[in-house]
């Protein structure tokens, strides 16, 4: 005897579920949230080749800024600002509005280990940034040519500085740490979440003046990596793929335990704007 049963999926969430592959789901990603992806590796693009423009500008001895400017703490006031200004103007631009303006594999990772952001969302961000800062040093190569293949320019790669890896390693975690801890504390609080790319801006620029001499002032793997392909510089590596990332999620565990997951409301370090959310959010009807 043969019986046929017949399932209706919509009445059974276990089923549907179990039919929806990681292929399925990676699609499903990349055919709703390519914009976002395109944003975040445009937008660190942008970032790379301010920082190729600058350093050549500030470091390459036959700049007349650098002839002029002979103190190096001096170069970097300038060099701080105009990377700040670069970082304020991402966050703030409808791209960034869009995005959440991330553009480093560790925020997003951090917002992902808070639940804000979904796996391949994550992924593809993270694929996204890394693609981004390759290409934006690959077009200030192609604009700039020697002046950035200089050895005292070199793509803007990051190195520890004279204290070795080990003091950059902390360096990175610590200025990694801050940053994070700043921007969830700015940006779950109503009355100050619209000056969340301020306050990372001013950081940007106050890590450049005082802290690149001890690390090179990354918190970026995938800047780094952008600046070490054309350089062929991989010194201490490591250290940019570790320590930012573990100074950020340390800094998300203080901000849990002390004010509770509730607490964190979205990924976006700008989300007062009229741009769709794809996180997790908890701001209300622009959650999609």
Same mark, same amino acid.
């Given at each position: 005897?043969?019986?046929?049963?017949?399932?209706?999926?919509?009445?059974?969430?276990?089923?549907?579920?179990?039919?929806?592959?990681?292929?399925?789901?990676?699609?499903?990603?990349?055919? +709703?949230?390519?914009?976002?992806?395109?944003?975040?590796?445009?937008?660190?693009?942008?970032?790379?080749?301010?920082?190729?423009?600058?350093?050549?500008?500030?470091?390459?001895?036959?700049?007349?800024?650098? +002839?002029?400017?002979?103190?190096?703490?001096?170069?970097?006031?300038?060099?701080?600002?105009?990377?700040?200004?670069?970082?304020?103007?991402?966050?703030?631009?409808?791209?960034?509005?869009?995005?959440?303006?991330?553009?480093?594999?560790?925020?997003?990772?951090?917002?992902?280990?808070?639940?804000?952001?979904?796996?391949?969302?994550?992924?593809?961000?993270?694929?996204?940034?890394?693609?981004?800062?390759?290409?934006?040093?690959?077009?200030?190569?192609?604009?700039?040519?020697?002046?950035?293949?200089?050895?005292?320019?070199?793509?803007?790669?990051?190195?520890?500085?004279?204290?070795?890896?080990?003091?950059?390693?902390?360096?990175?975690?610590?200025?990694?740490?801050?940053?994070?801890?700043?921007?969830?504390?700015?940006?779950?609080?109503?009355?100050?979440?619209?000056?969340?790319?301020?306050?990372?801006?001013?950081?940007?620029?106050?890590?450049?003046?005082?802290?690149?001499?001890?690390?090179?002032?990354?918190?970026?793997?995938?800047?780094?990596?952008?600046?070490?392909?054309?350089? +062929?510089?991989?010194?201490?590596?490591?250290?940019?793929?570790?320590?930012?990332?573990?100074?950020?999620?340390?800094?998300?565990?203080?901000?849990?335990?002390?004010?509770?997951?509730?607490?964190?409301?979205?990924?976006?370090?700008?989300?007062?704007?009229?741009?769709?959310?794809?996180?997790?959010?908890?701001?209300?009807?622009?959650?999609?």
């Amino acid at each position: 005897m043969r019986v046929e049963v017949e399932i209706r999926v919509g009445d059974h969430p276990d089923v549907a579920a179990s039919l929806v592959t990681p292929r399925s789901r990676a699609l499903t990603a990349v055919l +709703q949230h390519w914009p976002e992806y395109l944003i975040e590796a445009l937008g660190l693009g942008l970032f790379m080749l301010s920082a190729c423009l600058f350093v050549t500008l500030l470091e390459h001895p036959n700049s007349p800024v650098r +002839q002029t400017v002979t103190d190096p703490f001096v170069r970097r006031i300038p060099m701080g600002l105009a990377m700040g200004l670069t970082a304020v103007g991402l966050i703030y631009s409808p791209w960034g509005q869009r995005s959440g303006a991330h553009l480093n594999p560790s925020v997003t990772l951090t917002f992902w280990r808070l639940g804000k952001v979904t796996p391949w969302d994550a992924f593809f961000y993270v694929t996204a940034q890394f693609v981004g800062a390759i290409v934006g040093v690959g077009v200030g190569a192609a604009v700039l040519d020697a002046w950035l293949a200089h050895p005292t320019v070199s793509y803007a790669a990051t190195v520890p500085g004279l204290g070795g890896a080990g003091v950059a390693f902390v360096a990175e975690f610590l200025i990694s740490f801050f940053l994070m801890i700043v921007v969830l504390t700015v940006s779950n609080r109503p009355g100050l979440n619209q000056f969340t790319g301020l306050c990372a801006g001013a950081l940007v620029a106050s890590y450049i003046v005082f802290e690149a001499p001890l690390s090179g002032m990354s918190m970026n793997a995938a800047r780094t990596v952008g600046s070490a392909i054309y350089a +062929q510089v991989w010194t201490a590596l490591w250290i940019y793929f570790t320590a930012p990332l573990l100074g950020m999620l340390a800094a998300a565990q203080l901000y849990v335990a002390t004010q509770g997951l509730q607490r964190v409301l979205c990924a976006k370090l700008h989300h007062d704007n009229p741009q769709r959310c794809i996180f997790r959010c908890s701001y209300g009807a622009r959650a999609h």
